[in-house]
């Protein structure tokens, strides 16, 4: 049976229902202490932003903003979702349970590999009893400064990583990190990606049920 790499935000969890408020509440104090100019903000367009990394993020849409201001307007950002996330506005993915259930039960490991931050992800696999499903977290927390391509590479060979080996995401981190280690991906496209992002993937699926089936498939 093979090991899934599963990024985490677009993939698993719906993740603009609380980086939304979260993305509004960072830009609103850099607008306050003059760092920006008020501006109307779509939630698609937010959530472009899900799946890279912090510093990339903010270093690509305002490069010009000092590092300590978007840190600090980061941590608001972060600390919104973690207040939306405890009362309870996040999920997961309608049909993502079901999914994974399938996949552990057809004796797949699950691991996660994402561009989030450890407490985000212990937090949430408390909230969402991740550890039914997923035995390993592999976060860019981890591995500062590295790409998802690069963070496979290093983690790939842990013990309880068994091969073949499967991506799963919805971004061009995850479908490039698969390409780049010559691995089968699969693309979410019901996640946040544009769809440009994700031709290059072995497989696309519009709904998380159908990944089971995804994941045979690429595994022939």
Request: hydrophobic residues 40%; aromatic residues 12%.
């Amino acid at each position: 049976m093979a090991t899934l790499f599963l990024d985490y935000d677009g993939t698993l969890h719906e993740t603009l229902k609380v980086y939304a408020p979260g993305f509004r509440a960072g830009y609103a104090w850099l607008v306050q202490e003059g760092y920006a100019a008020p501006q109307e903000f779509s939630d698609e367009w937010i959530g472009r932003w899900l799946g890279w990394t912090v510093q990339d993020m903010w270093e690509t849409f305002m490069p010009e903003l000092p590092e300590p201001a978007w840190r600090e307007a980061s941590h608001l950002v972060g600390q919104e979702m973690d207040r939306l996330t405890e009362a309870g506005c996040g999920s997961l993915f309608a049909g993502i349970p079901e999914a994974l259930d399938a996949l552990v039960a057809a004796g797949h490991t699950c691991v996660m590999l994402s561009n989030c931050g450890k407490q985000y992800a212990r937090d949430h696999a408390r909230i969402y009893g991740l550890d039914r499903w997923l035995s390993a977290y592999h976060t860019s927390a981890d591995f500062p400064g590295l790409t998802k391509a690069e963070i496979y590479r290093a983690v790939k060979d842990a013990p309880g990583h068994p091969y073949p080996h499967v991506v799963v995401g919805d971004r061009f981190h995850d479908i490039q990190a698969a390409a780049e280690n010559n691995i089968p991906s699969i693309a979410c496209a019901f996640g946040y990606g544009a769809p440009e992002e994700l031709t290059a993937a072995t497989r696309v699926i519009q709904h998380p049920i159908e990944l089971p089936t995804a994941v045979s498939a690429v595994l022939g």
